[in-house]
């Protein structure tokens, strides 16, 4: 098993920080799109560009993070999870096994990341954040990450703990959709704004045999 990574410590803000600005930065034309390796999905993702917003709606126990998982497993620039999971933790070697590139992802646990983690927002250092079922996160929260997003040519993944509908709209975000596993078979993701089929199914053996 690969050894794990300082960024799973409980360590504070500014530790986390200053060990990301460490690492050696990624070439400029690497990791500014999204790319998984499946074809199918790779389509949907196909326009977005730094400075977008893609909402998610992921129920919990329908195993839906696997497909947000899929675009950490080649040469990610330095990103960051924020996760707030109603007392789950992180585990490691469960990454791992997925083939997720861990030493350039970042772990952090906050229920009201803009008001908890501001200074995060306010640089360059992470270029993919995901903001993982927040317990608060207001219409002026999602504006300023928006804005914030643009300004540093960031991708923000905001995971919402419930699927979404397409009579709730979401301005800020370009692309919108709900990921789920349907049995042992499949994945199907669901598109609910942006460009690409409506609905559509991807093999399990796909997502889970993506890394090897």
């Known amino acids: 098993m690969a050894s794990i990574p300082v960024q799973f410590s409980d360590t504070s803000l500014s530790d986390h920080l200053v060990s990301a600005r460490l690492l050696s930065p990624t070439r400029s034309d690497q990791g500014q799109l999204l790319h998984s390796g499946?074809?199918?999905?790779?389509?949907?993702?196909?326009?977005?560009?730094?400075?977008?917003?893609?909402?998610?709606?992921?129920?919990?126990?329908?195993n839906g993070r696997l497909i947000p998982l899929q675009f950490?497993?080649?040469?990610?620039?330095t990103s960051?999870?924020?996760?707030?999971?109603?007392?789950?933790?992180?585990?490691?070697?469960?990454?791992?096994?997925?083939?997720?590139?861990?030493?350039?992802?970042?772990f952090m646990r906050s229920a009201q990341p803009v008001k908890e983690l501001r200074p995060?927002?306010?640089?360059?250092?992470?270029?993919?954040?995901?903001?993982?079922?927040?317990?608060?996160?207001?219409?002026?929260?999602?504006?300023?990450?928006?804005?914030?997003a643009r300004k540093y040519r960031q991708i923000v993944f905001l995971i919402r703990h419930y699927f979404l509908s397409p009579k709730q709209g979401n301005p800020y975000a370009s692309l919108r959709l709900?990921?789920?596993?349907?049995?042992?078979?499949?994945?199907?993701?669901?598109?609910?704004k942006g460009h690409g089929a409506d609905k559509f199914t991807m093999s399990a053996q796909q997502v889970y045999t993506n890394h090897e």
């Open 38 to 62: 499946i074809e199918s999905l790779d389509r949907v993702f196909a326009r977005v560009k730094p400075g977008d917003l893609i909402e998610w709606g992921i129920p919990p126990g329908l």
């Open 72 to 77: 950490l497993k080649r040469q990610i620039p």
């Open 80 to 106: 960051v999870w924020i996760y707030h999971h109603h007392g789950l933790g992180i585990f490691a070697s469960s990454w791992i096994s997925h083939g997720v590139d861990l030493q350039r992802l970042f």
């Open 120 to 148: 995060l927002f306010l640089e360059d250092t992470f270029k993919r954040i995901i903001i993982d079922s927040p317990k608060k996160f207001s219409k002026g929260d999602l504006a300023f990450v928006s804005q914030q």
């Open 178 to 192: 709900n990921t789920w596993q349907v049995g042992r078979g499949e994945f199907s993701l669901q598109v609910i």
